[in-house]
């Protein structure tokens, strides 16, 4: 039996120029494999990215405290406070008044990241409060971050008031 193509049609058309079944679901199963090696770095690298940003959010309000705390003369106290489910970092003068949010707005962490603040003296300050002093000392210790199965630490240096990565 003879069959007759269309004229300008190749010679082998609809024949060859497809892919398999068999191919597909190769191609999809490693695709598969690849996906599962490679999302729990990417999982682990948004918890990570998680505490930097808690953390470049702590050094700015350490900054921006000591800064108030210089420019008006008194000691600015930062508190770590739990509002909404979001852990944050709130100024307030020496009365325990909120800071104006114009002068110095409260700084939220990230969703799932829990902070606490260890004075390294007990006698002198509050867990989860930092004072920062118009001479910009600050008292010393260490802020805490985690996120579920990850933890942080800064170093609060009290001679400069600044949060430093502690040495190993």
Do not use: Y
Request: charged fraction near 25%; proline fraction near 6%.
């Amino acid at each position: 039996m003879r069959r007759f193509r269309a004229k300008g049609a190749p010679a082998c058309a609809g024949r060859g120029r497809a892919f398999t079944l068999i191919e597909l679901l190769v191609v999809i199963a490693l695709i598969g494999i690849m996906a599962a090696v490679a999302a729990p770095h990417f999982a682990g690298r948004i918890q990570q990215t998680r505490l930097d940003t808690a953390a470049r959010g702590a050094r700015t309000m350490a900054v921006a405290a000591r800064a108030q705390a210089a420019l008006n003369g008194r000691n600015i106290h930062v508190h770590i406070v739990e509002r909404a489910g979001l852990m944050q970092l709130v100024a307030v003068d020496p009365h325990g008044r909120q800071l104006r949010e114009d002068i110095l707005e409260p700084n939220p962490f990230p969703e799932g990241v829990a902070a606490g603040f260890r004075p390294e003296s007990n006698l002198t300050a509050a867990p989860d409060v930092m004072r920062f002093r118009p001479d910009g000392s600050s008292d010393s210790g260490n802020l805490i971050l985690s996120d579920r199965e990850q933890e942080m630490w800064l170093h609060l240096d009290g001679a400069v008031g600044l949060f430093r990565e502690p040495e190993a």
